[in-house]
Nanobody, 118 residues
């Protein structure tokens, strides 16, 4: 599974961004796709995830402000982020958890930088 992330940028506090993650390869084997982020000096954290069945979960800090969704026809997962705060500034990474034979693996996309600043 290969992932291509896009959509980061500079946005003012209170603004919105939509991140996209296009998957290719053995996409039928994907169980979960998610977005992680890593701020300077901090550990990478899960922001939001969506299962193959469409169930979603979010880190508390983005609940009510962000929505993860998918377009199955385009093999793409989106993260819509609203009411952005400076503390949302981080490199955001797309992730896929998928079955590979008898094993489960993770694939990471390249990071996309989100900067929230006035």
């Amino acid at each position: 599974v290969q992932l291509q992330a896009s959509g980061g940028g500079l946005v003012q506090p209170g603004g919105s961004l939509r991140l996209s993650c296009a998957a290719s390869g053995s996409i039928f084997s994907i169980n979960v796709m998610g977005w992680y982020r890593q701020a300077p000096g901090k550990q990478r954290e899960l922001v939001a995830a969506i299962t193959s069945g469409g169930s979603t979960n979010y880190v508390d800090s983005v609940k009510g402000r962000s929505t993860i969704s998918r377009d199955i026809a385009k093999n793409t997962v989106y993260l819509q982020m609203n009411s952005l705060k400076p503390e949302d500034t981080a490199v955001y990474y797309c992730n896929a958890y998928y079955k590979d034979g008898s094993d489960y693996r993770r694939s990471w996309g390249q990071g996309t930088l989100v900067t929230v600043s006035s």
